[in-house]
């Protein structure tokens, strides 16, 4: 089955300007979590989505915002855009349980200049 | 809050052993996760503790000890193809899952 998609791979953007990246998960996951990584710092968790709802967030600002649709996909905004969110985001899609993995997609690699 | 160590970097030979070490803190969690990752690849999962003890998959083994707040990967006969980022990786409560910052783990021929 076809794994997790991310759109777009890569992006450019200018300071004060907002984004959104797009994840659609694996067929059959209701779970989707957005993390950002940046280097040395591994990956830092932004939230999880289940069934539409936000079921916790990681400790960003407002600037960053996140939705998922009926068909779990999922989409997060960056508003203000600075110099420092620059990172790779990704996204990482699971099954129900408290122990299954994340499958996680290639990621988007933004760059604000 | 909940917070995970490991060191940042590891150099072993071809065909040696490597552990890398992951110290938690936290309140409560289901399980520890190991997940590997290639420069410019995503991260994809390698093994998952809910025990106390070693499970292990082929070269691969991990291992948790809930009262030392302590885990391992133990990667064995190294191949160059490992050298990678490895990242441990707690699934708490609240369905969140919380990232240590990762060992660059370098094998030299």
């Known amino acids: 089955k076809a794994g997790v998609t991310q759109t777009p791979r890569y992006l450019i953007k200018t300071r004060g300007q907002q984004v959104t990246l797009s994840c659609s998960p694996i067929s059959g996951h209701r779970s989707v979590s957005w993390y950002q990584q940046t280097p040395g710092q591994g990956l830092q968790f932004l939230f999880e989505y289940f069934s539409e709802t936000q079921r916790n967030k990681g400790n960003f600002p407002g600037r960053f915002s996140g939705r998922q649709f009926s068909n779990s996909r999922s989409e997060m905004n960056v508003s203000t855009l600075e110099l420092g969110d620059s990172a790779l985001y990704l996204c990482?899609?699971?099954?129900?349980?408290?122990?299954?993995?994340?499958?996680f997609g290639q990621g988007t690699r933004l760059t604000v200049v | 809050g909940q917070s995970l160590e490991q060191p940042s970097e590891v150099t072993a030979v071809e065909g040696a052993i490597v552990q890398i070490n992951c110290t938690y803190q936290t309140s409560g969690f289901y399980g520890l996760s190991w997940y590997q990752q290639h420069d410019g690849g995503a991260p994809t999962f390698l093994s998952y503790n809910a025990l106390d003890g070693l499970e292990e998959t082929g070269r691969f083994s991990s291992f948790l000890s809930r009262s030392d707040s302590y885990g391992y990967l133990l990667l064995q006969e190294l191949q160059m193809k490992d050298s990678a980022s490895y990242f441990c990786a707690l699934r708490g409560g609240g369905f969140k899952t919380i990232f240590g910052a990762g060992t660059r783990l370098f094998v030299k021929a």
């Open positions: 990482a899609s699971s099954g129900t349980g408290e122990n299954t993995e994340a499958f």
